[in-house]
């Protein structure tokens, strides 16, 4: 197996360098003709501010402004950070040894960088504030979903846990707030095929062969709420949402089922009632079966009181 070659340049902000590789083809004089054909999304005279304060490198360091197109060669430099809206919620470590961190991410911070999000993203906020630069995490949790999150701590072991969540080995159990129907017979198994399209925020229940599988169960309910256990076989996009959604009891706080609205990114009021509450696995390393339960709770359940 090719080793993966090491940045020049150290990570900025947790995150790594950008790798450019140059095409064997390119026809391209320098690289900065390469870069600005390629880059849209960074403007000339910033490229041209880079190269001169030596901000873009290769292996044996800062290139000069009119270094010459080489093919199949690589050169790194930090991208522009968005401007971002700070998610004002704290990041709870559920467990911690050296191998593995367990975190309880709050509603609305993505798990990893993505878009226009990325100091604000779970993985960047990690790496910096526990000065784990190597962190990477198991698996993902969508950014309006609060709840467990397992990364791994000890790069050599990456690949056994990613590979459980992967190879589906990874029993998980999900916490949802949702209108109670006493019509519905519970609990149940919703099946459906599940599609997503490219560019496209939402997914879609379609004719065919199932590939979404997904327990419900109605643990209690009060006051016209219900609170429900969600234990997912499959993994797909949204699933948990259009599930319920299907059994017409969506999710409390959803902006996509049934009808997409549209929330500003600022906007954390009234979060979507949806909570990885606990994960359960045979561990690769110890054999031994590892749970992990939240601390968090959802604050709609927790007002049905009154």
Request: proline share 8%; charged share 25%; hydrophobic share 40%.
């Amino acid at each position: 197996m090719r080793r993966r070659q090491q940045p020049p340049l150290a990570k900025r902000h947790g995150l790594d360098p950008a790798r450019i590789r140059m095409p064997e083809d390119g026809t391209w004089r320098t690289v900065r003709e390469f870069l600005v054909a390629t880059e849209q999304r960074i403007a000339p005279e910033r490229l041209d501010a880079m190269l001169v304060a030596g901000d873009i490198v290769d292996m044996d360091g800062p290139i000069a402004p009119d270094a010459p197109f080489v093919p199949g060669e690589a050169v790194w430099f930090h991208r522009d950070l968005p401007s971002e809206t700070v998610v004002p919620f704290n990041i709870s470590i559920v467990y911690r040894d050296d191998a593995l961190l367990v975190i309880d991410k709050p509603h609305f911070l993505p798990t990893i960088p993505r878009g226009g999000h990325i100091l604000q993203t779970a993985l960047v906020r990690l790496r910096r504030e526990l000065d784990l630069p190597q962190l990477v995490p198991a698996h993902r949790l969508d950014r309006v979903t609060a709840g467990l999150v397992l990364f791994v701590i000890e790069p050599t072991l990456r690949g056994a846990y990613q590979t459980l969540f992967q190879d589906r080995k990874v029993r998980k159990e999900y916490e949802a707030i949702a209108s109670y129907d006493p019509t519905l017979t519970l609990p149940t198994v919703v099946r459906s095929r599940i599609v997503t399209q490219k560019g496209d925020f939402t997914a879609r229940e379609v004719a065919g062969e199932p590939n979404a599988h997904t327990t419900v169960e109605l643990v209690e309910h009060r006051n016209g709420l219900g609170r429900y256990r969600l234990t997912p076989s499959t993994g797909r996009t949204h699933q948990l949402r259009l599930h319920m959604n299907s059994l017409g009891v969506p999710i409390l706080g959803d902006d996509l089922y049934p009808t997409a609205t549209d929330r500003a990114v600022d906007d954390f009021t009234a979060p979507l009632q949806l909570l990885a509450s606990a994960i359960e696995f045979t561990d690769p390393v110890s054999k031994t079966t590892r749970r992990f339960e939240t601390e968090l709770s959802l604050e709609r359940w927790a007002s049905s009181t009154h």
